[in-house]
T-cell receptor, first 116, second 110 residues
């Protein structure tokens, strides 16, 4: 069965701490994504990666960085956590689609981060 | 990214059909129409997608207007497990990105 696993379901961190959110997929997908979800704002794309060591900014990359050293793993890093980064973080992966054939996204269960 | 408009919420009764509308008047010729849904406390899951023709799968049907400016997700017999937020998304051909809107929260009454 297809699986996207996020390392922690719940985290509590303090302002200024460095935070790592890990995501692992077992489907040999090329693409991986990080979204955050907030009430009233829906899901917003932070960063995505279409290959190892490749990354592209999404709609809200400020305050975040990412790392993709291995195909199956995509990490989201908050260099210095702030209270406005309290949110639900969702990781997803997909195959590279052909030029006009979009691949299905598979999501993890989410990591709820609280920054105090 | 092309924008979609959906009602904030809809209600249905169990075992009745549900038609979830989506407007996408600025759709371009290479945009695919995707639908995802998010059950409570879970990540979104894929439901269906299409380009021009109507599509059916085991979960739902997708009806696409002839001018492609709107589409409708059809759940043929709603169950309590279909209560979720449903997202209609336009995906540009050649792009790997999906940009989610706020979706429609579907409530299914027993």
């Amino acid at each position: 069965d297809v699986k996207v696993t996020q390392s922690s379901r719940y985290l509590v961190k303090r302002t200024g701490e460095k935070v790592f959110l890990e995501c692992v997929q077992d489907m040999d997908h090329e693409n991986m994504f990080w979204y955050r979800q907030d009430p009233g704002l829906g899901l917003r794309l932070i960063y995505f990666s279409y290959d190892v060591k490749m990354k592209e900014k999404g709609d809200i990359p400020e305050g975040y960085s990412v790392s993709r050293e291995k195909k199956e793993r995509f990490s989201l890093i908050l260099e210095s956590a702030s209270t406005n980064q309290t949110s639900m973080y969702l990781c997803a992966s997909s195959f590279n689609s052909g030029k006009f054939h979009p691949g299905e996204l598979f999501f993890g269960e989410g990591s709820r981060l609280t920054v105090l | 990214d092309a924008k979609t408009t959906q009602p904030n919420s809809m209600e249905s009764n169990e075992e009745e059909p549900v038609h979830l509308p989506c407007n996408h008047s600025t759709i371009s010729g290479t945009d695919y129409i995707h639908w995802y849904r998010q059950l409570p406390s879970q990540g979104p899951e894929y439901v269906i997608h299409g380009l021009t023709s109507n599509v059916n799968n085991r979960m739902a049907s997708l009806a696409i207007a002839e001018d492609r400016k709107s589409s409708t997700l059809i759940l043929h017999r709603a169950t309590l497990r279909d209560a979720a937020v449903y997202y209609c998304i336009l995906r540009q051909g050649g792009s790997e990105k999906l940009v989610f809107g706020k979706g429609t929260k579907l409530t299914v009454n027993p």
